[in-house]
């Protein structure tokens, strides 16, 4: 069955400061990955997703992210935070089996002070 | 651009009531979701629903609750008797190929 881990419930960091959000997933096949961003009190709104081909992918308000498998880790960077990053990032797999639904982590809040 | 919308946006019942939570896929999606997130966990899967029937279920989706497509546009995720547990934001998504585009989410709090 596939899992993802996500290290770090809460991570700080200065505006304009790297970001990184790291997870590591676990699956028998090769995964379909995604990261989902919420704001306060809103839904999930996609950032990116690794399916096949180039293992760096990039998405909206400048993250990527990199899959690699002989780490098996999909860690999100962004490499200059703004104050409207600040929100909960969640790593997610699609499962293998039945209609592929996602299976998420625990999730990581971002907080980027002045 | 198509997004998947949901109503309502809060729902306040009490305990035992029957609750309908409301979700309109995008349009020209084959597979529907349900998720439900309690406040400060994760995102959780309940069910996954095709061709006008569940595909899949998890444990959390107990016989307290039922999906259906009563019309071609319409998906909606019934409680029969709510439990102060069942307190959470449900999300509906839809899917056409790889990605799940998710609602806005419907949160639910039940006294």
């Known amino acids: 069955a596939q899992s993802v881990t996500q290290l770090g419930s809460h991570v700080s960091v200065s505006e304009g400061a790297l970001v990184l959000l790291r997870c590591n997933y676990s699956s028998s096949v090769p995964p379909y990955l995604f990261w989902y961003v919420q704001y306060p009190n809103q839904g999930l709104q996609l950032l990116l997703k690794y399916t096949t081909g180039a293992t760096l992918v990039k998405g909206i308000n400048g993250f990527e992210a990199e899959f690699k498998k002989s780490e098996t880790s999909f860690h999100l960077t962004k490499p200059s935070a703004h104050m409207s990053d600040a929100a909960e990032y969640f790593c997610?797999?699609?499962?293998?089996?039945?209609?592929?639904?996602?299976?998420f982590g625990t999730g990581t809040r971002l907080l980027v002070s002045p | 651009e198509p997004e998947v919308t949901q109503t309502p946006s809060h729902q306040v019942t009490q305990m035992g009531q029957e609750v309908i939570l409301r979700c309109v896929p995008i349009?020209?999606?084959?597979?529907f979701y349900w998720y439900r997130q309690i406040l400060g966990q994760k995102v959780e899967f309940l069910v996954s629903?095709?061709?006008?029937?569940?595909?899949?279920k998890s444990e959390i989706f107990d016989d307290q609750f039922s999906v259906e497509r009563p019309d071609g546009s319409n998906f909606t995720l019934k409680i029969r008797s709510t439990k102060l547990e069942d307190s959470a934001m449900y999300f509906c998504a839809s899917k056409s190929s790889y990605e799940q585009y998710f609602g806005p989410g419907t949160r639910l709090t039940v006294t």
């Open positions: 997610a797999v699609r499962t293998d089996t039945g209609f592929q639904k996602l299976v």
């Open positions: 629903f095709y061709n006008n029937e569940i595909s899949e």
């Open positions: 349009s020209n999606h084959l597979y």
